[in-house]
């Protein structure tokens, strides 16, 4: 089952890999967010970065590691390590 609604087509599009660990790093991730009040953060790992929408549990987009040279990152107000 996938906690993020439109999260498989993302990764699937991207060629992501997405593993069942990096799937609970990603559900913490927003567990925690919600806590501090945030409302869209960036999931980083060493791989792959997600950024994702707290208050709607929807993941917005997925970069790999590839993607991300010379990216910036905007309309974020927390950051989190995987």
């Known amino acids: 089952m996938w906690l993020f609604p439109r999260l498989r087509n993302r ?3 991207r060629g992501i890999e997405l593993p069942p660990d990096l799937m609970d790093k990603l559900a ?16 980083f790992g060493a791989e792959q970065a997600f950024i994702i929408n707290v208050p ?3 993941v917005i987009t997925t970069i790999s590691q590839a993607e991300m040279k010379e990216k910036i990152f905007t309309n974020i107000d ?3 390590l995987l």
Do not use: D, M, T, W
């Open 28 to 43: 913490g991730s927003v567990e925690r967010a919600q806590e501090k009040g945030a409302v869209n953060i960036l999931a």
């Open 78 to 80: 927390a950051a989190i």
């Open 11 to 13: 990764v699937e599009e």
């Open 56 to 58: 709607h549990n929807r």
